[in-house]
Nanobody, 128 residues
Framework: QVQLVESGGGLVQAGGSLRLSCAVSGRTFSRYSMGWFRQTPGKERAFVAAISWSGGNTYYADSVKGRFTISRDNAKNTVYLQMNSLKPEDTAVYYC?????????????????????WGKGTLVTVSS
């Protein structure tokens, strides 16, 4: 069984930065593609970023390109999301996901319900 625990959320002013972490239990972390998603009330969960098992390939939603960076440390079983130049519209609950499929596929809306594991989320609030 794999468990994902997000941390690092909080309140930040527009233009500020936050770094989210997702700690993953289990000895097979390096086999999984990892992704970050976000959700606001009344809206569907949306793809933010994904990274391949090796860290060699990364993918981003257009809305965060150039501002967010996903990375992973397989020795620490942790994936990160560095968020810079935050905007009020980035306010959401951010979720970490793990999947044995490709990182690129994590950005496909139809694949959302097929993720192998989800964390419980961490709230990010960006004030204007």
């Amino acid at each position: 069984q794999v468990q994902l625990v997000e941390s690092g959320g909080g309140l930040v002013q527009a233009g500020g930065s936050l770094r989210l972490s997702c700690a993953v239990s289990g000895r097979t972390f390096s086999r999984y593609s990892m992704g970050w998603f976000r959700q606001t009330p009344g809206k569907e969960r949306a793809f933010v970023a994904a990274i391949s098992w090796s860290g060699g390939n990364t993918y981003y939603a257009d809305s965060v390109k150039g501002r967010f960076t996903i990375s992973r440390d397989n020795a620490k079983n942790t994936v990160y999301l560095q968020m810079n130049s935050l905007k009020p519209e980035d306010t959401a609950v951010y979720y970490c996901a793990a999947d044995l499929g490709s990182a690129q596929a994590m950005g496909v809306p139809d694949h959302l319900n097929g993720m192998d594991y989800w964390g419980k989320g961490t709230l990010v609030t960006v004030s204007s």
